[in-house]
């Protein structure tokens, strides 16, 4: 098991327990360099109807909990959120089952939606990894990733998001638990924090592998 996995196992349950998950995954990203220069966030949901999220503009591998918000989902955010906090809030509100969205600006996640954003889709098969992605038991298995152009304007994005997310992937394809912002970087999501770290990890390193493909030379 990853580091960045193990680190999200034992945080316990409510905000507390929330707050802690929510800097476990910051330091572990920052650690894998997926969030440089205070870019990225976190939330992981510390209630039926709140979550614990990052602030606007914090460096995410020196979090305290004086950084995290705890953003009821029923009201406006909070003063100091982060603009893409509405883009986490949004996903809650749709799904219940959602009990933790990490976002990160990745190397490879960043470089593919950017060279995807025309066919507004990442589509994966062949890889073994691919069975970390709840659900999935074959390689075979078509997997759709979801590219959206970037948009300063987080509200109008978050409408975008949720009507293609709530329209079925394509026959015989599977929709991941994961979207890509063209040019930004990648949100996943999970049942809780280890789901979450997990499908963010295999959902990376499944971009790298596919970039990596299409130019190796043997």
Same mark, same amino acid.
């Given at each position: 098991?990853?580091?960045?996995?193990?680190?999200?196992?034992?945080?316990?349950?409510?905000?507390?327990?929330?707050?802690?998950?929510?800097?476990?995954?910051?330091?572990?990203?920052?650690?894998?360099? +997926?969030?440089?220069? #205070?870019? @990225?966030? *976190?939330?992981?949901?510390? @209630?039926?109807?709140?979550?614990?999220?990052?602030?606007?503009?914090?460096?995410?591998?020196?979090?305290?909990?004086?950084?995290?918000?705890?953003?009821?989902?029923?009201?406006?955010?909070?003063?100091?959120?982060?603009?893409?906090?509405?883009?986490?809030?949004?996903?809650?509100?749709?799904?219940?089952?959602?009990?933790?969205?990490?976002?990160?600006?990745?190397?490879?996640?960043?470089?593919?939606?950017?060279?995807?954003?025309?066919?507004?889709?990442?589509?994966? #098969?062949? +890889?073994?990894?691919?069975?970390?992605?709840?659900?999935? #038991?074959?390689?075979? #298995?078509?997997?759709?990733?979801?590219? *959206?152009?970037?948009?300063?304007?987080?509200?109008?994005?978050?409408?975008?998001?949720?009507?293609?997310?709530?329209?079925?992937?394509?026959?015989?394809?599977?929709?991941?638990?994961?979207?890509?912002?063209?040019?930004?970087?990648?949100?996943? +999501?999970?049942?809780?924090?280890?789901?979450?770290?997990?499908?963010?990890?295999?959902?990376?390193?499944? *971009?790298?592998?596919?970039?990596?493909?299409?130019?190796?030379?043997?």
């Amino acid at each position: 098991m990853s580091v960045f996995l193990a680190k999200l196992l034992d945080e316990g349950e409510g905000v507390d327990g929330a707050v802690a998950s929510v800097i476990a995954a910051g330091r572990c990203a920052s650690a894998r360099n +997926w969030v440089p220069a #205070t870019s @990225g966030n *976190f939330s992981v949901r510390s @209630g039926r109807d709140q979550i614990a999220i990052t602030r606007s503009g914090v460096d995410k591998g020196a979090l305290s909990p004086s950084d995290i918000l705890i953003q009821p989902l029923d009201q406006p955010l909070l003063p100091g959120s982060s603009a893409e906090a509405s883009l986490h809030v949004r996903l809650y509100q749709d799904n219940p089952d959602i009990g933790a969205i990490f976002h990160v600006h990745s190397l490879y996640a960043t470089v593919i939606a950017r060279a995807h954003a025309g066919d507004g889709v990442v589509t994966l #098969t062949g +890889w073994e990894l691919q069975k970390a992605l709840i659900g999935l #038991t074959s390689h075979e #298995t078509i997997v759709e990733v979801p590219v *959206f152009d970037n948009d300063q304007d987080t509200a109008a994005l978050a409408i975008r998001v949720a009507k293609r997310l709530a329209t079925p992937a394509a026959p015989g394809h599977r929709r991941a638990p994961g979207y890509l912002l063209a040019g930004h970087g990648l949100y996943a +999501w999970g049942s809780g924090p280890r789901e979450a770290a997990r499908h963010l990890e295999a959902l990376e390193v499944l *971009f790298q592998q596919t970039i990596v493909a299409r130019t190796y030379q043997p």
